[in-house]
């Protein structure tokens, strides 16, 4: 694709490097911007900056934060007792918008992958385990997507995690509410049979 | 959704201003930039807020530029006998990219639409005018999308050119080339028959 500014190639270009935007989708974006007051264009990119320079990651956590320690983590009506360690930000923003858990968390920042070449000493398992000692954790609760890596992230954690006094849970695995029983795949099918609750539980 | 940064959700905010982003893909191009090095993030707003503030249009053809007159008016070697009408700076790459256009182009800057308040008045029309006399200009190619807003803005163009000397052509329209005739729809697919050409032509 032949563009007729050297300014523009370059924005497309750097647009292009973003998950998911391909060159046409960069293009759209620039002409988009081009179209908008020029304020628009500023706004943005001061917001990317200043998110990129100044955002911290909580030092208990290691969530995203505006502030050395992150507000969950500040949080006294959160439950000390009850940690749920995930891989990523984006658990935890998807977990915080269903209001069900109460506790604080652990972010992973990824899950042990040999193909990827992430292994445990690239996540933040250490500190996890450093965390446990003179703490009130009583339960800590995996909540670890279910792919193979996961699912090899979380035994790892719980042959860690088996010397320390702690409950060690797993978010269920079953039908999603409102999923039709005849598609859902085999598995997860004969574990929501395996793992049956008694009905009116939750 | 709620962030646990507002220096994310203010470059969420931003990010999905962009057409075709909404929130959960805004949240992903931000946490991609969280993860790559700040420099990726440095280059991306530089890149922008340098196109948005330097980027000229053409005051030829009102192509974007980065010069005063953009590099095909300028280009000594351009068919100045041929000028192509379209409606939009991306129909100027496209039809770049296909090799098959040496003439010039004129940017009318989108097409008549009512509905959206477009008036001929906020199209670069009197420019193109203007651009006529003491030319060399012989034809007028309008490339213009085959929409019902395209069409109008084609016919007021036909109108307001008939007084000049110029021939006015259009793009051939018809079943496209790949396609399969069952598959085009009626209309084109009739206008591909009225408008036949002798086999072997091209």
Partial sequence: MEF????????VEEL??????????ALRLALHLL???????FLLAEALVKMRTE??????????????VCG????????????????DIRDVIAIENTSQFKG?????????S?????????LHIDSLLERLPNSEIKEILLAISPTMEGDTTAFYLTRKLRDHNV???????????????????EITLGRSIVERTSYGKN
């Fill in 167 to 185: 409950r060690i849970t797993t978010i269920a695995r079953g039908v999603p509410v409102g999923g039709e029983l005849e598609y859902t795949d």
């Fill in 55 to 68: 955002v911290k990651h909580c030092k208990e956590c290691h969530n995203i934060s505006d502030t050395e």
């Fill in 16 to 25: 292009a490097k973003l998950p998911g935007v391909g060159r046409k989708t």
């Fill in 104 to 112: 604080l968390y652990h972010v992973l920042g990824g899950v042990i």
């Fill in 72 to 87: 969950i983590c500040l949080n006294p009506l959160r439950d000390r007792s009850l940690l749920c360690v995930v891989s």
């Fill in 35 to 41: 179209k908008e007051e020029s304020e628009e264009t």
């Fill in 4 to 11: 007729p500014s050297k300014l523009i190639e370059n924005a």
């Fill in 114 to 122: 040999p193909i990827e070449g992430v292994g445990p000493s690239d």
